[in-house]
Antibody, heavy 126, light 107 residues
């Protein structure tokens, strides 16, 4: 059974860097078929796709966050991580990691997030 | 970016009702659409992918249809466990975007 678990500080000061890690169990991030993804949800709001990483190391980022965002992976620990620099109150949100299935037959695009972590709340405040 | 617009934003219904939620894309996304259910304090749960394929383990009262720019999620007979917020998400063209959500509450 595949499980994802987010970890990281719950409180980050403005202008500092938000760092989160997603630990994957029951599946290997070192193989095709999945994109490992971050999504966030501002308080009381909808869902925002942040970015993803493929096992090859290839990344895709939301253009609105791209200048501040880095997603990386540690295959030895079966983890992938998010770093968001220069945070403001607007980055306060619940952050989810998820497995996004890859269309391996034709397009190699992602097409559905079938496994999600429980989410971790990050508050940006001094 | 492709804008995803869900309607209604809120829907009040009773157990046993048939419920339909609509998601409209601002551009053609073929069938690259997923539907998720989210309950308060929980992660979203995948219900439907590629517009009409039921995710394994999801009750058959959920169904999805549509292609191009208009899509629907239907719950054939609403159950107590179905009161939640539902989101559509498009994978037609990057940037992958979500609808704003439809909250289904008790009438």
């Amino acid at each position: 059974q595949v499980q994802l678990l987010e970890s990281g500080p719950g409180l980050v000061k403005p202008s500092q860097t938000l760092s989160l890690t997603c630990t994957v169990s029951g599946a290997s991030i070192n193989g095709g078929g999945s994109y490992w993804t971050w999504v966030r949800q501002n308080p009381g709001m909808g869902l925002e796709w942040i970015g993803n990483i493929y096992y090859s190391g290839s990344t895709s980022y939301n253009p609105s966050l791209k200048s501040r965002l880095t997603i990386s992976q540690d295959k030895s620990k079966n983890q992938f991580s998010l770093k968001l620099t220069s945070v403001t109150a607007a980055d306060t949100a619940v952050y989810f990691c998820a497995r996004d299935q890859e269309d391996i037959v034709r397009t190699h695009k992602p097409y559905a997030m079938d496994i999600w972590g429980q989410g971790t709340t990050v508050t940006v405040s001094s | 970016d492709i804008q995803m617009t869900q309607s209604p934003s809120t829907l009040s219904a009773s157990v046993g009702d048939k419920v339909t939620i609509t998601c409209r894309a601002s551009q053609n996304i073929d069938w690259w659409l997923a539907w998720y259910q989210q309950k308060p304090g929980k992660a979203p749960k995948l219900l439907i992918y590629m517009a009409s394929y039921l995710e394994s383990g999801v009750p058959s009262r959920f169904s999805g249809s549509g292609s191009g720019t208009e899509f629907t999620l239907t719950i054939s007979s609403l159950q107590p466990d179905d009161f939640a917020t539902y989101y559509c998400q498009q994978y037609g063209t990057f940037l992958w975007t979500f609808g704003q959500g439809t909250k289904v509450d008790i009438k």
